[in-house]
């Protein structure tokens, strides 16, 4: 069964850094786009960002672009978000999901929370 298991996710001051881990398993993951969604406290889920399948197309929200890069390991079936010049306003639960290919995530991971303060 399809498998998305994160990790990475602590508290950390603004400015910092973090690195989000996403390992998959269950599905040929070099075959699937993916993507990192999140949901900050009391508010409803974000899309962050995107990769297609080869890792050669990226998309980013607003507010994270140009301090967040996505990434993708396909021998290692593992998908990161590296995360830099944090906010608080980055303050949230990070989850990884795969895309259906009909422009809908179809599985979701358990989630990471990240909280930036100080």
């Known amino acids: 069964q399809v498998q998305l298991v994160e990790s990475g996710g602590d508290l950390v001051q603004p400015g910092g850094s973090l690195r989000l881990s996403c390992a998959a398993s269950g599905f040929t993951f070099s075959h699937s786009a993916m993507g990192w969604v999140r949901q900050a406290p009391g508010k409803g889920l974000e899309w962050v960002s995107g990769i297609n399948s080869a890792g050669s197309v990226t998309n980013y929200v607003d507010p994270v672009k140009g301090r967040f890069t996505i990434s993708r390991d396909n021998a290692k079936t593992t998908l990161y978000l590296q995360m830099k010049q944090l906010k608080p306003e980055d303050t949230a639960v990070y989850y990884c999901?795969?895309?259906?290919?009909?422009?809908?995530?179809?599985?979701w991971g358990q989630g990471t929370p990240v909280t930036v303060s100080s």
């Open positions: 999901a795969k895309d259906s290919r009909n422009g809908e995530y179809d599985y």
